[in-house]
Structure formats: structure tokens, C-alpha cells
């Protein structure tokens, strides 16, 4: 019996974990749920979970699960920084970190601190620190799982493998919604049209990501620390179909792909079950039937976030910090109506322009390092916005 503890429960990433648990349950046990917002949700994770901590982002979020629960709750029931590391550190020996951006680094980071293996979905995290999460990483002894399909694909791929062996690394892109649109199209983009993935059912964020290819650029960064890879050896084709999730390239030539129907339960099982693989109840791919795998090269002049990430990566130790900050700003602000869609790109280019031109700093020792570098960040968007809607930033 394997006990895990999930953070993001109610997102998408969380739901299917639970899914892939609840098929399992001589397997897994949950000790530790952590969501936002949706305590409803949550309310009904609980009942069927019994986990016995919970925490959810606000106090009032509490008040309201806790009358929605009744004599049903939990022991342990929390709210906001501090139920999140509760959830982090819970008795258990995997945590899921589904969590959405940089608010999962401090609770990813203490799951780590306190020898828990961790199956990481929220990228932003490896984004922001990956040397600091790196180091602790080895420090405790734990593992790092992959749950993007993408780096899952990758983690596959070089079982087995010297890592020293590798050429280079190749992240699939779906190309996401508006691959084939023009430059004068995307300008006009509505929050819906870029919610609206072609493959994958996602959370509003990654799935604006997926639109801008920042998602990509971000896969990008977080490849590069996952695998201890150079950035001149990580790239990215667009493959449409999202049937070949990834790919390694040996000093032999030899590539190993992995291939599947685009489902994330399958990456999810994997890192939940690792070593082993569990048996899952989903459809086989059949090769016959998608008949053709397409591969395209990125079009950076309409997709330029992708080359925002490999710049930062050039840059400095925070620069992918600053990129990331100013990118979750800049969709916020897009999803609530606020930014038009060509400013999620000019916005993180111009933040990242103003980071790389300061002179100093951009080493990443602590914490504290990667929190400044992601305010200041913040502060730039805010001010760009402040000044685009007249002092009233949405
Ligand atoms: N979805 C996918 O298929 C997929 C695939 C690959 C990688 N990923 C990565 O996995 C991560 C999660 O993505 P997702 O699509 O699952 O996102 P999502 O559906 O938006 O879910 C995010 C989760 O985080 C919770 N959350 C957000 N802010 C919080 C806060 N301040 N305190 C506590 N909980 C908070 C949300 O809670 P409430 O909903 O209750 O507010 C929700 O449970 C992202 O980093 C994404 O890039 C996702």
C-alpha cells in the first residue's frame, strides 16, 4: 500500500490522480488532499478519500468545507501557506504536486525537505528554481517523477540508458489551437478560442500556455533540470496528433519515442507506480486508425514565447523565474478580460529584457533568491498593466 498525498486535488492533473487511485485502491491510500477554490469538490473528495489532512487556500474556504463535511471531517483541517505544507509533508511516501504555478514551489519544495518522493505535474516549479530543487533533490535522497507527458515520454525513454549517452532530447508540441492560424488571427485570439486544446482537456492556464507555446518554452526549462541537459541539446518539433509524446536521441542515432492516445492518466500511472506499471482500463493505441504522425518545426515569429524560454535559460539562474512570473500575470490578466492576447508575449519578453539588463544578481542560493526575482517580476507586469489600463490592472 503505497500512501499519497495530493496537492491540486480538484484541478485536472488532481481529479485524475484521483481517478487512477480510486481504480487501485488495494494499492494507494490517501492521506492528504490540498485544493483552492472549489471546496465542493473537494467536500466530495473527502467523503471518498477520508484522507486525514485538508487544506484548502483561504479561511473562508475552510469555514464553508467544514459545514459542508460535519461530523465527516478530518482531523486535520487547514488553510492557505500553512495547509499547504501540512499536505506536502503529510505521513506518506509520494506527493502529487498538481498545483498550478508558483504558489507549488514552496510546498513542492518542502515534500522534498521532508523525503518525499515526489511526482511533479506543476513544471512551473522546475521552472523557477531548478538548480535550488536540483540540489535539494539529491540532498535528500528522493526522486523527482515526471508527470508532464512529455518528460514523461523522456523518463521512459532513458530507462535503462547512460544519461551520458544522450544527444539530444526532442519535445513534442501539439502546436496547440492556433497552429495553423495567421499572425493577423492570433492577434484577435478570445480567451475561449485559446482555451480550446485540439488534444488535451487542461486547466485554464497551461492551456493558454499551450496556445502561445509557453507551455512548450516552459517544458523547455523544466527538461533541462529534470535531465541534467543542456539547453543546446533540448528540442522541440511540432507534432500535431499528439501520439508521440516525446523522443531521445543516443550518440548512436538511435531515437526511442513513446507513443500513446493523448490520455495524462497514462503519465500519471506511471509516476504513481514507479517501478512498477499498473494496469489501466483505457482504450490501445491504434496505429491503423490515426494512420499518419506529422512533424512540423516551430514557427517562432507567431509563437515567440518559445524562444523567450531558451533565452532565459541563457541568461541567468532566476531569468526563467522572471519569464514565469511575468507570464502568470500577464494569462491572468488575459483570462479575466483584461490584457489582449499578443500582450502575454510582448509582456514576458519585455519583463525578460528588463531582468537580463540590470546589471548583477540572477544566482539563485535560496529560496528567498527565486521569490524576489518572481516579485519583482510581478511589479514589472503590474506597473506595464497599471499604465496600459489607466492605473486599473485587471
Ligand atoms: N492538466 C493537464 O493535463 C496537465 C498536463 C501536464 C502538465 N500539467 C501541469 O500540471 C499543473 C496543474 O495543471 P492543471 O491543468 O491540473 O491545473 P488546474 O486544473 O487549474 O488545477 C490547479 C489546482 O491547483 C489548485 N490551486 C490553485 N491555486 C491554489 C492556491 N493558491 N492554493 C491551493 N490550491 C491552489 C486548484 O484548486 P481549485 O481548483 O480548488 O481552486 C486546483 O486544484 C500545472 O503546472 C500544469 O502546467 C497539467
Known amino acids: 500500500m503505497k500512501r499519497i498525498a495530493v496537492l491540486g486535488s480538484t484541478g485536472s492533473v488532481g481529479e485524475q490522480t484521483l481517478d487512477v487511485v480510486a481504480a487501485h485502491p488495494e494499492r494507494y491510500e490517501v492521506v492528504a488532499l490540498a485544493a483552492g477554490r472549489r471546496v465542493e469538490k473537494l467536500a466530495e473528495q473527502v467523503r471518498r478519500f477520508r484522507p486525514s489532512v485538508v487544506s484548502v487556500a483561504e479561511p473562508a474556504g475552510l469555514a464553508t468545507l467544514r459545514e459542508l463535511l460535519g461530523p465527516a471531517a478530518p482531523p486535520t483541517l487547514l488553510a492557505g501557506a500553512a495547509g ?29 525537505r521532508a523525503g518525499r518522493h515526489v511526482a511533479l505535474a506543476n513544471k512551473e516549479v522546475l521552472v523557477m528554481a531548478g538548480a535550488l530543487v536540483r540540489r535539494e533533490v539529491a540532498a535528500a535522497g528522493v526522486t523527482l517523477l515526471p508527470v508532464d507527458s512529455e518528460h514523461s515520454a523522456i523518463f521512459q525513454a532513458l530507462t535503462g540508458e547512460d544519461p551520458a549517452h544522450v544527444r539530444k532530447i526532442i519535445l513534442t508540441a501539439s502546436g496547440g489551437p492556433f497552429r495553423t492560424w495567421s499572425a493577423e488571427r492570433i492577434a484577435r485570439a478570445s480567451v475561449e478560442e485559446a482555451l480550446a486544446h485540439p488534444n488535451w482537456d487542461m486547466g485554464p492556464k497551461i492551456s493558454v500556455d499551450s496556445a502561445t507555446l509557453m507551455n512548450k518554452g516552459l517544458e523547455v526549462i523544466e527538461a533541462r533540470w529534470l535531465f541534467d541537459v543542456p539547453p543546446e541539446r533540448v528540442e522541440v518539433v511540432v507534432h500535431p496528433q499528439s501520439i508521440v509524446h516525446s523522443l531521445v536521441e543516443f550518440r548512436d542515432t538511435s531515437v526511442m519515442a513513446q507513443l500513446g492516445l493523448p490520455d495524462m492518466r497514462v503519465p500519471i500511472a506511471v509516476a504513481l507506480a514507479h517501478p512498477e506499471r499498473l494496469p489501466l482500463e483505457l482504450p490501445s493505441l491504434d496505429l491503423a486508425a490515426v494512420g499518419r504522425l506529422d512533424f512540423e518545426t516551430p514557427d517562432t515569429k507567431r509563437f515567440p514565447c518559445l524562444s523567450l524560454a531558451f ?19 500577464a494569462v491572468e490578466s488575459f483570462l479575466a478580460g483584461g ?35 518572481d516579485a519583482w517580476a510581478r511589479a514589472r507586469v503590474r506597473e506595464r498593466l497599471g499604465a496600459a489600463t489607466g492605473g486599473n490592472p485587471t
Request: proline share 5%; hydrophobic share 60%.
Open 84 to 112: 499547504l505544507e501540512a499536505v506536502a509533508t503529510a505521513d506518506c511516501e509520494l506527493v502529487v504536486a498538481g498545483l498550478v504555478g508558483a504558489v507549488g514551489l514552496a510546498p513542492t519544495l518542502a515534500a522534498v
Open 311 to 329: 533565452e532565459a535559460l541563457a541568461a541567468d539562474e532566476a531569468a526563467p523565474a522572471v519569464l514565469n512570473a511575468a507570464n502568470e500575470v
Open 339 to 373: 490584457l489582449p492576447y499578443p500582450e502575454i508575449a510582448a509582456t514576458n519578453a519585455a519583463v525578460l529584457e528588463a531582468w537580463t539588463a540590470r546589471a548583477g544578481g540572477g544566482a539563485l542560493r535560496d529560496l528567498a533568491d527565486v521569490l524576489e526575482a
